[in-house]
């Protein structure tokens, strides 16, 4: 185990804290942001942005169909022996399938192009 050099090391090291850096900064953005976007008379729900991520598809823009009311169905399938089925995605109709949605708070603002 001695074919580790102290460069590698230090690269591990560099690269775990850009890692933990860029998983915390969302969180202390949000945390600053919430109190800093009021102050500077901002939008607090999208700082201005006039876009938020869409609650329905979690900002994915596609919402899998079916769900827990039809899962014994596919638990029927799968029993035979259907297991190539996928699950069906359709298109998000919140947010036309972009997965953002336009700020509430800001669109009653927004004139539309
Ligand atoms: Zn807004
Ligand atoms: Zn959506």
Do not use: H, W, Y
């Not at 590698?8 to 800093?36: W, Y």
């Not at 976007?37 to 169909?65: E, N, Q, T, V």
């Not at 039809?70 to 029927?76: A, E, K, M, Q, Y």
């Amino acid at each position: 185990m001695d074919n580790i050099t102290a460069s590698e090391i230090a690269g591990f090291g560099v690269g775990t804290l850009l890692l933990c850096a860029t998983i915390a900064a969302p969180k202390v953005d949000a945390l600053i942001s919430a109190s800093q976007r009021s102050s500077l008379g901002m939008c607090r729900k999208c700082g201005d942005l006039r876009m938020i991520a869409c609650s329905k598809c979690k900002g994915i823009g596609l919402i899998r169909k079916g769900g827990f009311s039809v899962s014994f169905i596919n638990d029927f399938f799968d029993s035979l022996g259907d297991s190539n089925r996928t699950m069906p995605s359709i298109p998000c109709i919140s947010c036309q399938s972009k997965g953002r949605i336009q700020c509430p708070n800001c669109s009653s603002s927004i004139q539309l192009k």
